[in-house]
């Protein structure tokens, strides 16, 4: 089991960048496959981006491609999610997920994510 805490969430205005971290502590973060969801009110939560044990894989929705990055730093167990030309539909809770697996398949799938950090709000206004 891993502890995830996520920072960095805020308001900025259409265009604008913020950069969301998400410490780990517990077992072995270089031992998990990390994801950055986000959930708008009312809808579901969707994955983001997600990125593998030694970021030789990631994975972006379509809709953040080019705007979003994810990296993550294994000394410091962290991952972040550096997002610019940030847009009104961008504006949810974001949440880091750890699993121990990768699969391009089922990586959207919330389910296969067994840790949780517990939100950081993201608004974007126009």
């Known amino acids: 089991q891993v502890q995830l805490v996520e920072s960095g969430g805020g308001s900025v205005q259409t265009g604008g960048s913020l950069r969301l971290s998400c410490a780990a502590s517990?077992?072995?973060?270089?031992?998990?496959?990390m994801g950055w969801f986000r959930q708008a009110p009312g809808k579901e939560r969707d994955i983001v981006s997600a990125?593998?044990?030694?970021?030789?894989?990631?994975y972006y929705l379509d809709s953040v491609k080019g705007r979003f990055i994810i990296s993550r730093d294994n000394d410091k167990n962290t991952v972040y999610l550096q997002m610019d030309y940030l847009k009104p539909e961008d504006t949810a809770v974001y949440y880091c997920a750890a699993r121990s697996d990768w699969s391009i398949a089922s990586v959207g799938d919330a389910s296969r994510y067994s840790d949780w950090g517990q939100g950081t709000q993201v608004t974007v206004s126009s």
């Open positions: 990125i593998s044990w030694t970021s030789r894989y990631t």
């Open positions: 517990g077992r072995t973060f270089s031992s998990y496959v």
